[in-house]
T-cell receptor, first 112, second 115 residues
């Protein structure tokens, strides 16, 4: 079946550090890929997405590229801020389905 | 933007009692609601999918008589954990798809602790 494997945390970084959160997936066909973020006390919010191979999703300084050859969708940000402290989830949706499949989530804490 | 209000945010109950979790779409009509559960250090696992006015469709391994889902209106879906036991302690999250909105809108989750 479909699955998502992502880096486990928690991770603590200093402000302005570079961030990479690895995410790989297993799926039949060509899924759409997502990164969701959950800030403390809030619901998950869509951070970015990509729907086909080589697409790059970007938002708020975060980027992720849909790599079909490595079945990956790693999240990167060049310079994190304290306000980026949150839990990050990688997820996929198989074509023709509405069901999101999530990774375990990774808690990021950014210190000033 | 679209908002789903989920209540309560946390609840502690005694073993054997039932607990109801509500998710309300505040500014859109939620045609489909998804209920997830997350155990510590595990993924969000889909429990069931419900469409307004229809019976919920449960994922394999989820007991439908234990986790009662009601989606009687386009703005409210409820999950009732019946005869809760300590192993039901988990984080429960709802997510909605609706008319006129793009993508999924998530509730903020409910932390259930059964003692």
């Amino acid at each position: 079946g479909n699955s998502v494997t992502q880096m486990e945390g928690p991770v603590t970084l200093s402000e302005e550090a570079f961030l990479t959160i690895n995410c790989t997936y297993t799926a039949t066909g060509y899924p759409s890929l997502f990164w969701y973020v959950q800030y403390p006390g809030e619901g998950l919010q869509l951070l970015l997405k990509a729907t086909k191979a080589d697409d790059k999703g970007s938002n708020k300084g975060f980027e992720a590229t849909y790599r079909k050859e490595t079945t990956s969708f790693h999240l990167e940000k060049g310079s994190v801020q304290v306000s980026d402290s949150a839990v990050y989830f990688c997820a996929l949706v198989q074509g023709g389905s509405e069901k999101l499949v999530f990774g375990k989530g990774m808690k990021l804490t950014v210190n000033p | 933007g679209a908002v789903v209000s989920q209540h309560p945010s946390w609840v502690i109950c005694k073993s054997g009692t039932s607990v109801k979790i509500e998710c309300r779409s505040l500014d859109f009509q939620a045609t489909t609601m998804f209920w997830y559960r997350q155990f510590p250090k595990q993924s969000l696992m889909l429990m069931a999918t419900s469409n307004e006015g229809s019976k919920a469709t449960y994922e394999q391994g989820v007991e439908k008589d234990k986790f009662l889902i009601n989606h009687a209106s386009l703005t409210l879906s409820t999950l009732t954990v019946t005869s809760a036991h300590p192993e039901d302690s988990s984080f429960y999250i709802c997510s909605a798809l609706g008319q006129g909105i793009r993508g999924y809108t998530f509730g903020s989750g409910t932390r259930l602790t059964v003692v």
